[in-house]
């Protein structure tokens, strides 16, 4: 008659490791599809925010250009999204990653 | 006699793998609630933004007074400033152009505009703001709107 002994099963730790390394293995390629997605969610929305933004202070500075109030430009509202420099011929709005340059006239 | 006990390495392995398991776990929490919190801050800016984007419209498109300026009527008390701007729009009964007027609110915790009675009003949640306007001349104002990660100024052209 056949008697069940405790020690008598080596094989039991190798299939563990598999499980842990298939599980890890699972967990890190949900992880990676997480980063990715959650990266290319950001850059959408900060190119959205930064087109939004640029819009609404071209605005404003036409306005206060006009009204020759140069001095609300310099507002920790319009920062750091975007830069002002000024120019002979104008203003200078930069936009947030410094593609582009709008050149708005006095 | 066979041990039936742990090693001493064993049980080292098994602390270091623990270990590895808590750290790793904690900053990946720690992660995603920071980029959920980001996410969410980026969503609250992007509504702000478009809302603002309406309000340029409306005041864009308000229809003039006598003496040149625009339709825009401001009132403002300690933590709410209200706008009305009249706007020509669509009447849908004849498809003729009505005069109708836009109900900007901007409270403590609610940016929001309406436009008739029977119409669901367009509003975003923003909690804990504070809003502000200024009057820079005679038909201009600035519309200051600060939070607790933004602040936003919208200048109000009447003129």
């Known amino acids: 008659m056949d008697h069940f002994m405790p020690n008598d099963k080596p ?18 390629i949900i992880l990676g599809l997480y980063w990715t997605g959650f990266n290319q969610y950001r850059n959408n ?10 819009t609404r202070i071209i605005h404003d500075a036409k306005v206060f250009l006009e009204l020759d109030m140069r001095e609300y430009l310099v507002s920790e509202a319009y920062q750091p999204a975007i830069a002002f420099k000024w120019t002979k011929s104008g203003l200078l709005i930069l936009r947030p990653d410094r593609s582009e340059e709008i050149l708005l006239l006095p | 006699m066979k041990s039936t006990g742990f090693s001493i390495l064993e049980i080292l392995v098994a602390v270091m793998v623990a270990s590895l398991i808590v750290v790793i776990s904690t900053n990946l929490l720690n992660s995603i609630w920071n980029s959920t919190a980001y996410a969410n801050s ?10 603002l984007r309406i309000l340029r419209a409306d ?3 308000a229809s003039q007074k006598r ?43 609610t940016l929001g505009r309406a436009v008739r009675r029977n119409q669901k009003p367009l509003s975003i949640y923003l909690p804990n ?5 200024i009057q820079i001349s005679q038909s201009v104002h600035i519309l200051k709107l600060r939070g607790e990660n933004f602040y936003i100024q919208q200048v109000i ?3």
């Not at chain 1, 929305?45 to 640029?54: F, N």
């Not at chain 2, 709410?80 to 915790?109: A, C, Y």
């Not at chain 2, 703001?129 to 306007?133: A, D, F, G, T």
């Open chain 1, 11 to 28: 094989v039991a730790n190798a299939f563990i490791l598999t499980e842990v390394l298939v599980s890890v293995t699972i967990l890190a």
């Open chain 1, 45 to 54: 929305h900060s190119h959205l925010i930064d087109e939004l933004v640029t």
């Open chain 2, 42 to 51: 980026q969503k609250q800016k992007i509504k702000t933004e478009l809302m």
């Open chain 2, 59 to 61: 005041i864009e498109n």
């Open chain 2, 67 to 109: 003496d040149g300026s625009k339709s825009i009527e401001i009132s403002h008390s300690d933590d709410v400033i209200e706008l009305n701007i009249k706007r020509p729009s669509l009447d849908p009964s004849n498809s003729g152009l009505q005069l109708e007027t836009m109900h900007w609110i901007f409270s403590k915790d």
């Open chain 2, 129 to 133: 703001i504070k809003p502000e306007i």
């Open chain 2, 157 to 159: 052209d009447g003129r």
